[in-house]
């Protein structure tokens, strides 16, 4: 198995089908389409997006479809999919359209000299607040994560396996994937994409899930060497660790699972 495709879903019922369309032709035209996979996990929708799931399964044999017993979050998701893909090389992306499979071409390449390989999205079609905290979130991780700050982290990324195998021994419930990956490996690579509006509803991160994401990378990783950025990080973790309730659930749970 070369590629596998991880992507995890919340109410997006109405994007699944062309999603799914859009991916299969890309694999196609790199001559992947025997040597895929493609890992749906529904993150406990409100809507019938694991029915679609399941439709989707029952016609192309290529998915494999992960059910949660309840709302862990994007990152969790995407762990799970870690947890669970086969592939030498593995894409994740979101499930609302905004990110083209006709990148994948650039990624893949990306990873033949890169351990992993990021996307910055040239023509950003995210909320202006949101946009405005993306830009926070990646100041601040750069000095507490002692990440480049040209490196973007963004949810559209290639990882190589081996990386995934260390990113799968991460025990604590709370899981930021991107701090993870840089402490994993500072071998990174960086693609320009575009980045586009959605086709159906509005976005399903909000602020709150956005700040509590943000916490999970304050919480769980360590602020070396000691610098401005360590002091700043300590700060934060003891703020965070006061404002938040422990976190005694698993990393995730699965209702079912489609091999």
């Known amino acids: 198995m070369k590629l ?4 995890p879903v ?6 699944l089908d062309l999603l799914n369309h859009e991916i299969f032709k890309v694999v ?9 996979e493609l890992i749906f996990i529904n993150d406990n929708s409100e809507d019938d997006s694991w029915k679609k799931i399941k439709k989707l399964k029952e016609d192309f044999s290529y998915i494999k479809a992960i059910n949660f017993s309840e709302n862990f979050g994007q ?15 593995v894409i994740t992306l979101d499930d609302d359209l905004q990110h083209s499979p006709k990148f994948f ?8 000299k890169h351990e992993v390989c990021y996307t910055y999205y ?9 946009k ?3 830009d ?13 700050i040209n490196i973007y982290m963004s949810s559209f990324r290639g990882i190589r396996k081996n990386i995934i195998k260390k990113i799968i021994n991460y025990k604590k419930p709370d899981i930021y994937l991107d701090g993870i990956i840089i402490n994993s490996t500072k071998n990174i690579g960086m693609i320009s994409v575009d980045h586009y509006a959605r086709k159906f509803g509005e976005s399903n991160y909000d602020l709150k899930r956005l700040l509590k994401l943000w916490s999970n990378m304050v919480l769980n990783f360590s602020f070396y060497p000691i610098r401005f950025g360590s002091f700043f990080g300590i700060l934060l973790k003891f703020l965070v660790k006061i404002l938040r309730k422990k976190n005694t659930r698993p990393q995730f749970e699965i209702k079912e699972f489609l091999k």
């Open 122 to 130: 040239k023509n950003r079609k995210h909320k202006f607040w949101k």
């Open 132 to 134: 405005v905290v993306s």
């Open 10 to 15: 919340f109410n997006s019922s109405e994007t």
């Open 105 to 112: 071409p650039e990624i893949l390449e990306t990873l033949d």
């Open 28 to 36: 196609s035209k790199i001559d992947l389409k025997n040597d895929f």
């Open 4 to 7: 596998s495709i991880i992507i």
């Open 136 to 148: 926070i979130n990646n100041f601040i991780s750069s000095s507490l994560l002692n990440k480049p």
């Open 75 to 89: 990152h969790n998701a995407i762990f799970a999919g870690f947890s669970f893909c086969s592939g030498e090389k």
